[in-house]
Nanobody, 121 residues
């Protein structure tokens, strides 16, 4: 089971740091992705990181503002979100898969509960 944390309320231009951890197992062997879903919208890809951080991928909407990284010693994956905008408001989910990183949510078979991010203007 994955657990996402770190969400909250922040003003536009501010920063938040989300964390994803696995309970009872290591994330070391998994590629991890972050997705988000705003009210009334479909879930969308945000960022992904390969098992050894050798590859990362970002949605165009967050590129240059968000950074995904992992600490395999602590078995956590973080999403550093800077220069937040109101349109970043959503529930954020982390997901894991055994193979390489992917942008498609159906490619991930392990999901955590979301953490809510609200960016006020």
């Amino acid at each position: 089971q994955l657990q996402a944390s770190g969400g909250g309320l922040v003003q536009a231009g501010g920063s938040l740091r989300l964390s994803c951890a696995a309970s009872g197992r290591t994330l070391r062997n998994y590629a991890v992705g972050w997705f988000r879903q705003a009210p009334g919208k479909e879930r969308e890809f945000v960022a992904a990181c390969s098992q050894n951080s050798g590859s990362t991928d970002y949605a165009d909407s967050v590129k240059g503002r968000f950074t995904i990284s992992r600490d395999n010693t602590r078995s956590t994956v973080t999403l550093q979100m800077n220069s937040l905008k109101p349109e970043d408001t959503a529930d954020y989910y982390c997901a894991a898969r055994l193979f390489g990183l992917a942008r498609i949510s159906d490619a991930y078979d392990r999901w955590g509960q979301g953490t809510q991010v609200t960016v006020s203007s």
